[in-house]
Each structure stands twice: as C-alpha cells, then as structure tokens.
Antibody
Framework: EVQLVQSGAEVKKPGESLKISCKGSGYSFTSYWIGWVRQMPGKGLEWMGIIYPGDSDTRYSPSFQGQVTISADKSISTAYLQWSSLKASDTAMYYC???????????WGQGTMVTVSS | QSALTQPASVSGSPGQSITISCTGTSSDVGGYNYVSWYQQHPGKAPKLMIYDVSKRPSGVSNRFSGSKSGNTASLTISGLQAEDEADYYCCSYAGSSTVVFGGGTKLTVL
C-alpha cells in the first residue's frame, strides 16, 4: 500500500525549534516530489514547498521562503519540515503529500498538528 | 502568488448538481492544464478528486467532473449525496515548480 505516515502532534513554546517528519512506503520514494501544505485552524490549504528526494532539489513558496526548511533523507524514505524559531502563528496542521509530475497531490499523510503557545 | 478565488460556500439538495468555480490568472489556471481539486471532510486529510483539469483518479465517482475556460476552472458534482458535504479546494500549477491553492468552498447538502 502506498502511504505517507507523519510524526505525531507537537506542543512547543515560542522560540523553540522543531522538525517534523513524513515517511513514505509502498513506492519508489526517490522518484516523486513530496510537498508540504499548511492549514491554520479553520482556514484553507497553503502550499509551502516541495522536495525531490532523489537529489534534494527544493522549491519554496515565496510566503514560506526563509521561514522553514524542507529536507529529505532518501536512505530512510523520509521528508522533513523544520523551524529554527517557532512563533505562535505557526500553530497549524501540516500535511505532507506526494506530488505527481502534473502537480497533483495524489497521496496525503495524516497530518501533524503543531501548537505553539507560551 | 495570490490564492485562487473560490466561492466561500455553495449548497444543493440531494440529487441536484452544483458547480464550484475557481478563478485565477493567465499565470496559473489559464496558463496550464494542471488544475486539481481536493475534497476535505472535517478532521481528515484532503483527497484528490480531479487532476489535469478533468481527469478522475481511480476510485473517484464519475459524479465528479472538472472543466476549464480561460482563467476559470470548475468542479461539478452531479446527483448530490449527503456524503459529498465537505470543503473543496482547487489547486493550480503557477510556474517555476510552484503551486497555488484556492481559498476553499464549503459544500452543504440541504
């Protein structure tokens, strides 16, 4: 079965760092882009960026460039999304999704809820 | 890179058809045939319903169809069912390996 499994919910304080993960299985992890999507509470989907695990080529939305870092470890079929200094406004559900060549996200992770509060 | 424009809400009765619009620009929706649509039920991850403007993934009901004219894409759901009640998002390629989502539309089945 093709699936993406994300790490569990996180509760952090402002200023702390965080790295969440997305592990792929059931397909060739290095042959598809993986994207990250933010959904703030009660709001819509926002595209953050994508990575090609085969060579770690990464693209960011202008809105998220410099705010987060996307990476991948192809040896363990895992993509990551990380923050160096969290803000309360980073509180959201974060989804990873497999990205087809035609830019459709066909497989989604279950989501990771990140809560940032003092 | 602005979000694509969708109506905030639409509604319909069981058995009826509804259409959700998604308006962008010539730099995204109008420039490429890479429009996709996603269904999201409360507390769940989004699900791909339409890709490449009008193609359905395996397992998606043929009651869902997509189209595009100029800078506006549309999702039509025919024979509305209670289970179709959800949020729907359009998405388009926007060049330079970037993607943009619509603001989302809440579908209510009356």
């Amino acid at each position: 079965e093709v699936q993406l499994v994300q790490s569990g919910a996180e509760v952090k304080k402002p200023g702390e760092s965080l790295k969440i993960s997305c592990k792929g299985s059931g397909y060739s992890f290095t042959s598809y882009w993986i994207g990250w999507v933010r959904q703030m509470p009660g709001k819509g989907l926002e595209w953050m960026g994508i990575i090609y695990p085969g060579d770690s080529d990464t693209r960011y939305s202008p809105s998220f460039q410099g705010q987060v870092t996307i990476s991948a470890d192809k040896s363990i079929s895992t993509a990551y999304l990380q923050w160096s200094s969290l803000k309360a406004s980073d509180t959201a559900m974060y989804y990873c999704a497999r990205h087809e060549p035609d830019y459709a996200f066909d497989i989604w992770g279950q989501g990771t809820m990140v809560t940032v509060s003092s | 890179q602005s979000a694509l424009t969708q109506p905030a809400s639409v509604s319909g009765s069981p058995g009826q058809s509804i259409t959700i619009s998604c308006t962008g620009t010539s730099s995204d929706v109008g420039g490429y045939n890479y429009v996709s649509w996603y269904q999201q039920h409360p507390g769940k991850a989004p699900k791909l319903m339409i890709y490449d403007v009008s193609k359905r993934p395996s397992g998606v009901s043929n009651r869902f169809s997509g189209s595009k004219s100029g800078n506006t894409a549309s999702l039509t759901i025919s024979g509305l069912q209670a289970e179709d009640e959800a949020d729907y998002y359009c998405c388009s390629y926007a060049g330079s390996s970037t993607v943009v989502f619509g603001g989302g539309t809440k579908l209510t089945v009356l």
